[in-house]
């Protein structure tokens, strides 16, 4: 059987059936979906960002190579306004050139006509030497003609020299000329090729400290570049990180929807053999239910046989004092439930009792608070079971009944804080310890609470010893508690009005709040007792009980009462105020004496009114309450009467008969109902009023 199932087994059946397991886990797949979903679009808002960054970065790198075209455009540009400037300075230099050219044809032309002239000339000087031998031919009889041909011949001359002249008037003018133009065109030449210069420098700086700008600009933008690789490289790894995580998570959400529907299959498969163990744990809890109702039968019917008011009788060992003064023993154990007696009026006198349980002597010879809880611890189940439970020592002052009830040391340190025992620890310490064993070991089917009261009842006046202490100063009275008997409480417990209740959860919880009280109990010394009680001590623990499965509650009751020792007042010396706090408890316990004979004798009335202390105690002696007395006695002869006197008033309460029933708050409940029906019966008929016109009501028997 799977660890559910168990759970199941222990804490009752499932709540939740297949259905609605199954939409359960239908609504956590969705969820998870949507986270999921969640997920993945914040993913993809984180990709889209990334995208945006690097179509950024893209846009600004081409940015960059545009800068850089332009760059290199402008580079160009300059290159080809620096080859216009230098062909333009060329095209000058060629036009020049033209012009020379031109010049030097001109000159050419003008050489050749010169020469051409020169030829002609020559040619006429050869003329003119032909001439002259002609003439010389011809001069003897042709002295006029050769005259006439002489001065033709000069007249050409003549013609001929201005003909040189004007040639080399324009020859010399062409020259002048051309040396004029030379030297203006070269002049010209010289000035394009300084401003071509210039303006070759000029572009070559601009081109330089162009180049450096533009070389400082793509170095700053490789750098810019890189960093923005390496960023978005860094961005990229990242992303596909996150994409891993992403896919990684989807991959989780997938293995956990299928975990998930193989746990709604699981859950399921459960489920039906959970119905199964719910049926069985149904029968288990009837089966369960009806033996612990045999088991309470059973154990009450037990503790009933047992006595209800049962009666055991201690005998401490002798004490020092007695033993100096040289008393002998006359209390002494005769089996394991009579007591011996010997002395009283006659000295040979010897009057034998019978109890439930007699123990006397040593700690070592049975008579530790050990052995004394060793059957009272069985009580402490009828209080779980829903009864009234009370333990209360009877017994003259000096006989130990303090030690019985708490122990050798403070009530607060008779329990240690691990749980474990003082071994002088009394039975009120004791009980606490148990009735919270038993309050765990049912805690899977109980929840509990504990409530807890003390009183002290002080010269006849009840005292709440855990009201809260007012400012000195401040004290204007305690109020007054009013008590309500057990018979005309709701709950069918006694109730103390105005009292202060306290609520336990652990065993150290109730020692630490009897500590608070017991610190304000009123004692004193007295020749019979160094620490003589002076009040009667009441202490209460009202155990409410819920079973978890069905809701009823259940209200059991445990009064533990260390009475004040009866005394007389020749024996304890006392005088004052302390001779009438003597006083008032021999007269609260003959009122408990009182109650305990009506109830012996089986009377109708039970004077629980008589006196405060019979008043708390309604609920503890009669009814079906089951109570426990201790009757302290001395072993000395010296205190012989006093034991007798405690020993028959035990001998009484032997023979108290209780009445059956439930608890007290069933009893209680159907009292409740008896009424209600009575007083509608009674509205029906009209109030039945006159002489024997109805039946009366009787106040109901305890």
């Not at 999921?36 to 179509?55: N, S």
């Not at 765990?440 to 709440?464: A, C, H, K, P, W």
């Not at 009040?535 to 499965?549: A, D, K």
Request: hydrophobic share 35%; glycine share 6%.
């Amino acid at each position: 059987m799977t660890q559910s199932m168990r759970d199941l087994t222990n804490n009752g059946p499932p709540t939740v059936d297949a259905n609605s397991m199954k939409k359960l886990l239908e609504e956590a797949k969705l969820q998870a979906d949507d986270e999921l979903e969640k997920e993945r679009v914040k993913f993809q808002g984180k990709i889209a960002e990334r995208e945006g960054k690097i179509a950024k970065l893209e846009s600004e790198n081409q940015t960059l190579l545009r800068e850089k075209d332009r760059l290199e455009i402008e580079i160009t540009s300059a290159r080809q306004r620096h080859a216009e400037s230098s062909a333009s300075g060329g095209e000058a230099l060629l036009e020049t050139q033209k012009i020379i050219n031109q010049l030097e044809e001109e000159n050419a032309s003008l050489k050749t006509e010169l020469k051409q002239t020169q030829a002609a000339l020559a040619r006429e000087q050869d003329k003119l030497k032909s001439l002259e031998a002609t003439l010389k031919n011809l001069e003897a009889g042709h002295e006029e003609r050769i005259l006439l041909e002489k001065q033709a011949a000069e007249e050409r001359f003549k013609q001929q020299q201005e003909i040189e002249e004007k040639h080399n008037k324009v020859l010399k003018e062409a020259e002048d000329r051309l040396a004029e133009g030379k030297l203006k065109y070269q002049n010209d030449i010289n000035e394009a090729k300084s401003d071509y210069n210039r303006l070759v420098r000029e572009t070559e700086d601009r081109i330089t400290i162009y180049k450096k700008e533009r070389d400082s600009e793509i170095e700053k933008l490789n750098i810019e570049i890189a960093e923005t690789k390496s960023k978005f490289a860094q961005e990229l790894s990242n992303a596909q990180s996150l994409v891993e995580m992403y896919q990684k998570k989807n991959q989780e959400a997938k293995e956990r929807a299928e975990a998930a529907e193989e746990a709604q299959r699981s859950m399921i498969q459960e489920i039906e053999d959970a119905k199964m163990v719910q049926k069985f744990n149904a029968q288990l809890h009837r089966d369960l239910a009806r033996e612990q109702a045999a088991r309470k039968k059973l154990h009450n019917e037990i503790e009933d046989m047992k006595g209800k008011i049962r009666v055991y009788v201690r005998v401490r060992p002798m004490s020092k004092s007695e033993a100096s003064k040289g008393c002998n023993e006359a209390v002494c154990k005769d089996g394991k439930m009579s007591v011996v007696v010997t002395g009283g009026k006659t000295a040979d006198a010897r009057k034998v009792f019978d109890f439930d349980s007699v123990f006397s002597g040593a700690m070592t010879e049975g008579n530790s608070q050990e052995d004394i809880f060793k059957d009272t611890k069985h009580l402490m189940t009828s209080v779980i079971d829903g009864y009234n439970v009370c333990i209360f020592a009877y017994g003259q002052t000096g006989s130990g009944k303090t030690f019985t009830m708490i122990g050798a040391a403070d009530i607060g340190s008779c329990l240690q804080p691990n749980g474990d025992f003082d071994e002088l620890a009394g039975i009120t310490p004791r009980a606490v310890s148990e009735i919270f064993r038993l309050l765990n070991e049912r805690s899977s089917q109980i929840t509990f609470e504990v409530n807890v009261q003390m009183f002290q009842l002080y010269r006849d006046g009840l005292e709440d010893l855990l009201k809260v202490q007012k400012k000195k100063g401040d004290d204007k009275g305690s109020p007054s508690l009013k008590i309500t008997l057990a018979e005309h409480s709701p709950t069918g417990l006694v109730q103390v009005e105005g009292a202060n209740t306290m609520v336990a959860q652990t065993p150290a919880d109730v020692m630490s709040i009897f500590q608070l009280g017991a610190s304000r109990r009123t004692t004193a010394s007295t020749q019979m007792n160094a620490e003589s009680s002076r009040s009667h001590l009441i202490c209460s623990l009202v155990v409410v009980l819920t079973n978890r499965r069905t809701g009823t509650v259940t209200t059991g009751k445990l009064t533990l009462v260390d009475l004040a020792g009866s005394e007389r007042v020749d024996k304890s010396g006392a005088e004052g105020e302390m001779l009438k706090e003597a006083q008032s408890i021999n007269k609260s316990l003959s009122a408990l004496g009182d109650v305990i004979s009506a109830l012996t004798s089986g009377g109708s009335h039970i004077p629980y009114r008589n006196h405060p202390l019979t008043m708390v105690m309604s609920d503890s002696i009669g009814g079906n309450a089951k109570t426990l007395m201790f009757v302290n006695c001395s072993p000395a002869d010296y205190n012989v009467s006093e034991t007798l006197s405690s020993l028959s008033f035990a001998q009484r309460c032997k023979d108290v008969t209780n009445t059956g029933g439930g608890p007290p708050a069933q009893q209680a409940a159907q009292l409740a109902a008896l009424k209600k029906e009575l007083a509608k019966l009674k509205k029906e008929k009209g109030g039945g009023g006159g002489a024997g016109g109805g039946a009366k009501l009787a106040r109901p028997v305890p």
